[in-house]
C-alpha cells in the first residue's frame, strides 16, 4: 500500500477528480489531516524545547554550523569511496 493509500486510508487526506480531466487526481488534506498536522507541530516545538532548551541562541547557531561541517564531511567521505 502507498503512502498516500495510507494518508487516505486513516481519512488524513482525500483524492478529488481534476477539473476538466477526470484522468487526474488532485490531493486535499482533510480537516482530521490538518489537526494531525497541527499537533505534530505542536509536539515538534514541544521536543525541540526539551533537547535544545539549555543552549543559547548563539550556541544553537554554533551547534547548527558544526553539524553542516560533519555533513560536509561525510559526504566528501562518501564521494572518496565511490
Given at each position: 500500500?502507498?503512502?498516500?493509500?495510507?494518508?487516505?486510508?486513516?481519512?488524513?487526506?482525500?483524492?478529488?477528480?481534476?477539473?476538466?480531466?477526470?484522468?487526474?487526481?488532485?490531493?486535499?488534506?482533510?480537516?482530521?489531516?490538518?489537526?494531525?498536522?497541527?499537533?505534530?507541530?505542536?509536539?515538534?516545538?514541544?521536543?525541540?524545547?526539551?533537547?535544545?532548551?539549555?543552549?543559547?541562541?548563539?550556541?544553537?547557531?554554533?551547534?547548527?554550523?558544526?553539524?553542516?561541517?560533519?555533513?560536509?564531511h561525510i559526504d566528501n567521505q562518501k564521494g572518496r569511496m565511490s
Open positions: 500500500m502507498t503512502m498516500v493509500n495510507q494518508l487516505e486510508a486513516a481519512g488524513l487526506v482525500e483524492r478529488r477528480a481534476g477539473q476538466g480531466d477526470a484522468r487526474t487526481k488532485k490531493m486535499f488534506v482533510t480537516e482530521l489531516g490538518s489537526r494531525a498536522i497541527f499537533e505534530a507541530h505542536k509536539a515538534n516545538a514541544v521536543n525541540e524545547e526539551l533537547i535544545f532548551g539549555c543552549l543559547s541562541e548563539p550556541e544553537k547557531v554554533q551547534l547548527g554550523q558544526l553539524l553542516e561541517k560533519i555533513i560536509a
